[in-house]
């Protein structure tokens, strides 16, 4: 394809003859000097110059410094406004934004700017090598010419060196270059419209470069600078690469419908030489032949077809078909560039500027705030471990969901808790497209969309349009669909666990998601764990986040909160380790994201239950708003008074009609103007611009910034109405006849029943959580109602927790639940946060205390043997009591190869549990045999 892409060139961008501009710039540069003036060079005097930094060197540094560029900032004393305006500046750009910031240094400090002080801030940010490398390699002294030449007549001009060179230099340039020089070189934006928009740019550029000293007859340094700037650099590479995927089909697809004699009928046609004509003929690829031939003589280009098209229209060639072919194909591939072009552009946008808290305001790129959670993939019970039995299994990092050849398929589905970072993973998933990181490189397409915003919108090719595509776009819904079709492709659905069609089986989600819709595309479904589709593609690989271990917790404190000041993490990681509570927390990513941005500015000692955790987040949201901004008496009545949107945020969380996302006008109607400002104001309320296809136009729509958040003020109204019911049935007899199935507390407090089984426990469990932590009444009746469902074993052992920490509960309130629980089984389990693992084992051991019947205990990778030979449940290294009234063991121990001493004494624990029917060992090798002692 080399051959092809020599001649290039086009309208709308750069071309690989970046490189023939400045060469044709440095040799016109060195006849101008040589042949118009009389450089003379005073030695001497140049040597008692101060050595001034080239832009090249700040350039090429740029290109070496790594994460340490921050602190390199610090210590050259640049102001922190300063270092922020860079980066937002210069966003997704790091590179850039590491050069823009040396030049600055550079520009402000002048002489004193010199390659000795950056020097010594290079070695305090620990680049040795580079501060070496700097000096060994000093920048040389800047030469002066020793006499002004006499101005040339710009009529001689024209006939001589200068003249020439800028006509061929206006040639060289297109549209787009004219574009990219002017913002370069910082012109006003009314001249670089002016420019863009003119009939010759790039006259009008040379005109006013010439005007503005940036090119002139004994100097083009500037020009050449700005040819080589990263930012000019940056879109060179984006055009050059985008457009030169997309030709390269094209010219493979003109290839394929061209045949022999059409590709010799073509080359008479554009009047090639007889040799080149005989060439043709006798090639074994005729067709390829001629697509090269045609490339070098710029008989068609990326950007222009007309010659071909003309040519297989004309009555010597009377290729009126292809014609249509070659038409078709090369107007897909410009809708196919622009497409890109357009969704890169909507990425940039979500891919930075976020903010992971938004009371703090700081704002992040995705590459800036990611770092690898724990992954697992549920491996097929034919790549098992032979009994037949499915099993999860840790991945390296998020590039293994495309690479992994175990869960190699065209339908994903990657399932985690609230707050676990499905969003954040999409998002890094969208960058590393955007940049062309492997595998998803070798992507043509990528389409990111959030399910949410489908509730107006039901066509899936009208939503991409809507949601990713700039209103002004020209392509239409079947430019997409052509265009997908006749791409690599890939779709991220975002919460499916928020898409208003869940479970409507005729929409084009729900098609795609069973395989019958996009079915060479590769589709990713990100849901809560609670919310799995139930009807799937029979070849869907299942996926899910574990959330944060120490190890990336540390990480993401260094690397995200603290920027690298290693004292501070080590600080914070210290708080958290003296407040076991908080670092169990902060298992979940949002948590642990709230919390050690939190730590930065107040102490979290007493944050040891979720409700106690969210309450402080909340805080913040509201304090550092009155620090931000002058917030009126009536506003600040409204932070205390929210019961109206406790009750919104419950009636959108309804099993039946869940609706988180409502229009501004209903939310405002709903909670009052005054409480809606404020919220949006502090970020807890999240406003977006949706398209509306009854009303064919865009319309704002409000959301909460997380749904956890909706599930805080739902778990206060759902707190407070059932204790208030609690109060109101008094001691009223209920006169209904009491229903089979139904327990006496179900009976007897119907209305409550009714207004706790409203909500579904499966998906939104924090709503129940909060509120056992707000009300203890609340907590007794919800901890009662989950216990009579079997299904809600685990919600119910979390409330339990909640309430045991939070009020002080005691196991005796609830001994009914207790036997409801223990009557279906217990499991206890390596990912079980620490506070549930104690939970349970204090469940187990109240339940023995009590001779209550326990008719399973399941333990799965979590029993270890203890230097006693007691056992020892992991990671919270509790010891497992004996369980007098136990029936039935299970032991899963996934891959694990038990010694005779851990054989053993597992063996001894089960003799000491007295009504003990059945011990299980499953999924682990024992030894042949163990000694037996009487």
């Given at each position: 394809?080399?051959?092809?892409?020599?001649?290039?060139?086009?309208?709308?961008?750069?071309?690989?003859?970046?490189?023939?501009?400045?060469?044709?710039?440095?040799?016109?540069?060195?006849?101008?000097?040589?042949?118009?003036?009389?450089?003379?060079?005073?030695?001497?005097?140049?040597?008692?110059?101060?050595?001034?930094?080239?832009?090249?060197?700040?350039?090429?540094?740029?290109?070496?410094?790594?994460?340490?560029?921050?602190?390199?900032?610090?210590?050259?004393?640049?102001?922190?406004?300063?270092?922020?305006?860079?980066?937002?500046?210069?966003?997704?750009?790091?590179?850039?934004?590491?050069?823009?910031?040396?030049?600055?240094?550079?520009?402000?400090?002048?002489?004193?700017?010199?390659?000795?002080?950056?020097?010594?801030?290079?070695?305090?940010?620990?680049?040795?090598?580079?501060?070496?490398?700097?000096?060994?390699?000093?920048?040389?002294?800047?030469?002066?010419?020793?006499?002004?030449?006499?101005?040339?007549?710009?009529?001689?001009?024209?006939?001589?060196?200068?003249?020439?060179?800028?006509?061929?230099?206006?040639?060289?340039?297109?549209?787009?270059?004219?574009?990219?020089?002017?913002?370069?070189?910082?012109?006003?934006?009314?001249?670089?419209?002016?420019?863009?928009?003119?009939?010759?740019?790039?006259?009008?550029?040379?005109?006013?470069?010439?005007?503005?000293?940036?090119?002139?007859?004994?100097?083009?340094?500037?020009?050449?600078?700005?040819?080589?700037?990263?930012?000019?650099?940056?879109?060179?590479?984006?055009?050059?690469?985008?457009?030169?995927?997309?030709?390269?089909?094209?010219?493979?697809?003109?290839?394929?419908?061209?045949?022999?004699?059409?590709?010799?009928?073509?080359?008479?046609?554009?009047?090639?030489?007889?040799?080149?004509?005989?060439?043709?003929?006798?090639?074994?690829?005729?067709?390829?032949?001629?697509?090269?031939?045609?490339?070098?003589?710029?008989?068609?280009?990326?950007?222009?077809?007309?010659?071909?098209?003309?040519?297989?229209?004309?009555?010597?060639?009377?290729?009126?078909?292809?014609?249509?072919?070659?038409?078709?194909?090369?107007?897909?591939?410009?809708?196919?560039?622009?497409?890109?072009?357009?969704?890169?552009?909507?990425?940039?946008?979500?891919?930075?500027?976020?903010?992971?808290?938004?009371?703090?305001?700081?704002?992040?790129?995705?590459?800036?705030?990611?770092?690898?959670?724990?992954?697992?993939?549920?491996?097929?019970?034919?790549?098992?471990?032979?009994?037949?039995?499915?099993?999860?299994?840790?991945?390296?990092?998020?590039?293994?969901?495309?690479?992994?050849?175990?869960?190699?398929?065209?339908?994903?589905?990657?399932?985690?808790?609230?707050?676990?970072?499905?969003?954040?993973?999409?998002?890094?998933?969208?960058?590393?497209?955007?940049?062309?990181?492997?595998?998803?490189?070798?992507?043509?397409?990528?389409?990111?969309?959030?399910?949410?915003?489908?509730?107006?919108?039901?066509?899936?090719?009208?939503?991409?349009?809507?949601?990713?595509?700039?209103?002004?776009?020209?392509?239409?819904?079947?430019?997409?669909?052509?265009?997908?079709?006749?791409?690599?492709?890939?779709?991220?659905?975002?919460?499916?666990?928020?898409?208003?069609?869940?479970?409507?089986?005729?929409?084009?989600?729900?098609?795609?998601?069973?395989?019958?819709?996009?079915?060479?595309?590769?589709?990713?479904?990100?849901?809560?764990?609670?919310?799995?589709?139930?009807?799937?593609?029979?070849?869907?690989?299942?996926?899910?986040?574990?959330?944060?271990?120490?190890?990336?917790?540390?990480?993401?404190?260094?690397?995200?909160?603290?920027?690298?000041?290693?004292?501070?993490?080590?600080?914070?990681?210290?708080?958290?380790?003296?407040?076991?509570?908080?670092?169990?927390?902060?298992?979940?990513?949002?948590?642990?994201?709230?919390?050690?941005?939190?730590?930065?500015?107040?102490?979290?000692?007493?944050?040891?239950?979720?409700?106690?955790?969210?309450?402080?987040?909340?805080?913040?949201?509201?304090?550092?708003?009155?620090?931000?901004?002058?917030?009126?008496?009536?506003?600040?009545?409204?932070?205390?008074?929210?019961?109206?949107?406790?009750?919104?945020?419950?009636?959108?969380?309804?099993?039946?009609?869940?609706?988180?996302?409502?229009?501004?006008?209903?939310?405002?109607?709903?909670?009052?103007?005054?409480?809606?400002?404020?919220?949006?104001?502090?970020?807890?309320?999240?406003?977006?611009?949706?398209?509306?296809?009854?009303?064919?136009?865009?319309?704002?729509?409000?959301?909460?910034?997380?749904?956890?958040?909706?599930?805080?003020?739902?778990?206060?109204?759902?707190?407070?109405?059932?204790?208030?019911?609690?109060?109101?049935?008094?001691?009223?007899?209920?006169?209904?006849?009491?229903?089979?199935?139904?327990?006496?507390?179900?009976?007897?407090?119907?209305?409550?029943?009714?207004?706790?089984?409203?909500?579904?426990?499966?998906?939104?469990?924090?709503?129940?959580?909060?509120?056992?932590?707000?009300?203890?009444?609340?907590?007794?009746?919800?901890?009662?109602?989950?216990?009579?469902?079997?299904?809600?074993?685990?919600?119910?052992?979390?409330?339990?927790?909640?309430?045991?920490?939070?009020?002080?509960?005691?196991?005796?309130?609830?001994?009914?639940?207790?036997?409801?629980?223990?009557?279906?089984?217990?499991?206890?389990?390596?990912?079980?946060?620490?506070?549930?693992?104690?939970?349970?084992?204090?469940?187990?051991?109240?339940?023995?205390?009590?001779?209550?019947?326990?008719?399973?205990?399941?333990?799965?990778?979590?029993?270890?043997?203890?230097?006693?030979?007691?056992?020892?449940?992991?990671?919270s290294d509790m010891s497992l009591p004996v369980m007098d009234t136990l029936r039935w063991l299970e032991i899963y121990e996934y891959g694990r190869v038990m010694t005779e001493k851990e054989t053993e004494s597992m063996l001894q624990y089960s003799a000491m549990c007295v009504c003990l029917e059945k011990v299980q060992f499953s999924v682990c090798l024992?030894?042949?045999?163990?000694?037996?002692?009487?």
């Amino acid at each position: 394809m080399d051959g092809w892409t020599d001649g290039w060139r086009r309208d709308d961008g750069w071309t690989d003859r970046q490189t023939d501009i400045v060469s044709f710039l440095w040799t016109s540069a060195i006849d101008l000097w040589e042949h118009f003036f009389c450089i003379g060079v005073n030695s001497s005097k140049n040597m008692d110059r101060p050595t001034e930094i080239p832009d090249k060197v700040l350039q090429s540094l740029a290109g070496k410094l790594t994460d340490e560029w921050l602190d390199l900032a610090r210590y050259l004393n640049i102001p922190e406004g300063k270092l922020y305006d860079t980066k937002t500046d210069n966003m997704g750009h790091v590179r850039e934004a590491k050069y823009n910031m040396l030049l600055w240094w550079k520009r402000k400090n002048g002489k004193q700017a010199t390659n000795n002080i950056l020097a010594q801030a290079l070695l305090k940010a620990n680049r040795v090598d580079l501060k070496e490398e700097l000096l060994n390699d000093p920048p040389t002294p800047a030469t002066t010419p020793t006499s002004t030449p006499t101005p040339t007549p710009a009529s001689a001009l024209v006939e001589n060196g200068y003249g020439q060179f800028l006509l061929k230099l206006e040639s060289l340039l297109t549209r787009q270059h004219s574009y990219i020089l002017a913002t370069a070189f910082g012109y006003a934006k009314d001249m670089v419209l002016c420019i863009r928009n003119s009939d010759t740019p790039s006259r009008l550029l040379i005109q006013e470069m010439n005007e503005r000293g940036d090119v002139s007859p004994t100097d083009i340094s500037k020009l050449i600078t700005a040819l080589g700037h990263d930012n000019v650099a940056v879109k060179i590479k984006e055009i050059f690469e985008l457009y030169g995927k997309f030709y390269e089909q094209f010219l493979l697809t003109l290839e394929s419908v061209l045949t022999n004699r059409e590709a010799v009928s073509l080359a008479k046609y554009f009047g090639y030489p007889c040799e080149k004509i005989d060439s043709i003929r006798k090639s074994d690829k005729p067709s390829w032949l001629l697509v090269q031939m045609m490339g070098e003589r710029d008989d068609i280009s990326p950007t222009d077809s007309s010659k071909l098209i003309r040519a297989l229209k004309h009555d010597s060639v009377r290729l009126g078909d292809v014609a249509f072919k070659v038409n078709e194909a090369f107007t897909l591939l410009q809708k196919k560039s622009q497409f890109v072009k357009e969704l890169r552009m909507k990425y940039k946008n979500l891919c930075w500027g976020i903010l992971p808290v938004p009371f703090l305001r700081d704002k992040y790129n995705i590459d800036e705030l990611f770092v690898e959670s724990g992954i697992q993939f549920l491996e097929d019970k034919k790549q098992g471990d032979g009994e037949g039995k499915e099993k999860w299994k840790a991945i390296k990092d998020h590039k293994m969901i495309f690479t992994d050849p175990r869960i190699n398929s065209k339908r994903r589905i990657i399932d985690g808790e609230p707050g676990y970072g499905k969003s954040t993973l999409a998002l890094q998933i969208t960058h590393d497209w955007c940049q062309e990181i492997p595998p998803m490189k070798a992507l043509e397409i990528l389409i990111l969309l959030r399910l949410r915003q489908f509730r107006k919108v039901s066509n899936i090719f009208a939503a991409i349009k809507t949601f990713l595509l700039p209103r002004d776009s020209k392509l239409t819904t079947t430019d997409i669909k052509s265009i997908l079709d006749s791409s690599s492709t890939a779709v991220l659905l975002d919460g499916y666990d928020e898409y208003p069609g869940r479970g409507k089986n005729e929409t084009d989600i729900e098609y795609i998601i069973r395989g019958d819709m996009f079915q060479n595309h590769d589709v990713v479904l990100m849901t809560r764990t609670s919310c799995l589709p139930q009807d799937l593609s029979y070849d869907t690989k299942r996926i899910r986040l574990t959330g944060f271990d120490d190890t990336v917790r540390s990480t993401y404190i260094r690397q995200v909160v603290t920027r690298d000041n290693m004292e501070k993490a080590e600080e914070i990681n210290q708080l958290l380790t003296r407040n076991p509570a908080a670092a169990d927390l902060c298992k979940v990513p949002m948590f642990c994201v709230m919390i050690s941005h939190m730590a930065q500015r107040q102490t979290f000692e007493d944050l040891e239950t979720v409700t106690k955790l969210f309450k402080s987040v909340i805080a913040c949201f509201h304090s550092h708003e009155l620090r931000r901004a002058e917030i009126n008496i009536r506003q600040s009545k409204g932070k205390q008074d929210h019961s109206k949107l406790d009750k919104t945020a419950f009636e959108a969380l309804k099993r039946d009609s869940q609706k988180i996302t409502l229009d501004e006008t209903e939310f405002r109607e709903k909670i009052g103007d005054d409480l809606y400002n404020e919220y949006v104001g502090i970020g807890i309320l999240r406003e977006e611009e949706v398209f509306d296809d009854d009303d064919f136009d865009y319309k704002t729509e409000t959301r909460f910034f997380h749904k956890l958040f909706a599930e805080w003020y739902a778990a206060h109204y759902l707190a407070n109405k059932v204790a208030q019911l609690k109060v109101e049935s008094g001691s009223m007899h209920n006169k209904q006849e009491k229903a089979p199935g139904t327990s006496q507390w179900q009976f007897e407090n119907n209305e409550r029943v009714n207004l706790l089984s409203s909500l579904d426990p499966q998906d939104v469990h924090y709503t129940y959580r909060f509120a056992c932590g707000l009300n203890r009444d609340a907590a007794l009746d919800i901890i009662k109602h989950l216990g009579t469902n079997g299904t809600y074993h685990e919600y119910t052992l979390l409330c339990i927790l909640e309430w045991m920490t939070k009020w002080n509960g005691r196991l005796e309130t609830i001994e009914d639940t207790v036997s409801e629980l223990c009557s279906r089984g217990l499991d206890i389990g390596d990912t079980n946060s620490i506070l549930l693992q104690k939970c349970t084992v204090d469940l187990i051991k109240f339940a023995s205390s009590r001779k209550i019947p326990m008719y399973m205990v399941r333990h799965f990778n979590c029993l270890d043997v203890g230097c006693s030979g007691n056992l020892r449940v992991k990671p919270s290294d509790m010891s497992l009591p004996v369980m007098d009234t136990l029936r039935w063991l299970e032991i899963y121990e996934y891959g694990r190869v038990m010694t005779e001493k851990e054989t053993e004494s597992m063996l001894q624990y089960s003799a000491m549990c007295v009504c003990l029917e059945k011990v299980q060992f499953s999924v682990c090798l024992l030894p042949r045999y163990i000694k037996v002692t009487y």
